[in-house]
């Protein structure tokens, strides 16, 4: 857990293990009592997992790197989805804010890479993806969870392929589709459940199941209050290529990811109502249940080089804040 200086009425909390235990697909769950009661809008409890190659809180390790799941070698990696303009669907900075991807399949040989290569001697595309067992909120006076992929490079207006044959809701009288999409730096695929309300630190108290359920390069399923609520078919072909930003299909995220479970608060989420909100509050994951170098995916090495990045939050930017370059890169640069 990671307490820091208390400057106002609250102190949010995060529980994480990073580096010291990883997963690559398989089926997440934990079984969580919500804060407060859910009725009442203010607190954001979560419960989520990132790549290993980025530091949540620590922005020079997430600067390239988050939220990228990509494997391609092309505009996709470069910044901001443009190289001299184009496309116009991605120009003037009006689809995205992100840097590029720092550890992109473009690399050069030779550049500061983590691994592995491919068969052709290109780098495997590297990043700290990220997918939410859930983010808990309020709205019109109901308990919710939006369960969530967030994935770069972005689709042109973030609109993918979400039909029928890609994103399957199993009770669309408790889950809808996530009309929230994506923004600058993130594109996102998500849908919204309504939660058990009994199951909050001040309701009985009980626990409800959350989870998620990934298939390298081929699906991911979400879960709750123990029901399959969504499930997303990347290969089959939501994330698939983008024409208009001439982007390659996202896959699945392959990197080993590391959990954290946390409770805050944000206008920049929701609304708080101060007033309303019992405090102190806590929010109760009873348990969550799955060394952390893969060989396929290693990550200690990388980590371990440059590992102020990940120990300095005040670093937050890869180039400016902390003194290091990008690696040169095939598509941009020229190697």
Known sequence: MVNWPVRSQCLSYTIKHRNKFCFTGGYLVSAVQLPGINNIVGLWPAVWSMGNLGRA?????????????????DVGTAPNQ??????AAAADYTLSYLPGQRLSRCTCDGES?????????????????????????????????????????????????NSTDNLIIADSSVSTFNTYVGGLFQQATSVVSETNPDCYQLASGCFAIYGFETVSLICFEGYASDNAVTRLDNNAAGMRADAATEISARPVPQE??????????STNFGDVDLDHLTIPCSHDPD????????????????IATYSEAYQN???TTWVDDYGQTIPKNSLV???
């Open 57 to 73: 809180g620590y922005g020079a390790s997430l600067d390239g790197t988050w939220p990228y799941t990509y494997d391609s070698c």
């Open 82 to 87: 443009t190289i001299d303009g184009l496309p």
């Open 113 to 161: 890479h983590p691994g592995p290569k491919h068969s052709d001697g290109t780098y495997v595309g590297r990043s700290a993806p990220e997918i939410d067992v859930f983010e808990a909120l309020v709205s019109d006076g109901t308990g919710q969870v939006s369960q969530s992929g967030q994935w770069a490079p972005f689709n042109a207006g973030f609109i993918w392929d």
């Open 256 to 265: 080993p990811m590391y959990i954290m479970a946390n409770l805050g608060m």
């Open 287 to 302: 348990n969550i249940n799955i060394g952390c170098d893969p060989e396929d995916f290693p990550t200690a090495e990388y």
């Open 313 to 315: 939050p005040n670093l």
């Open 333 to 335: 640069d020229g190697c």
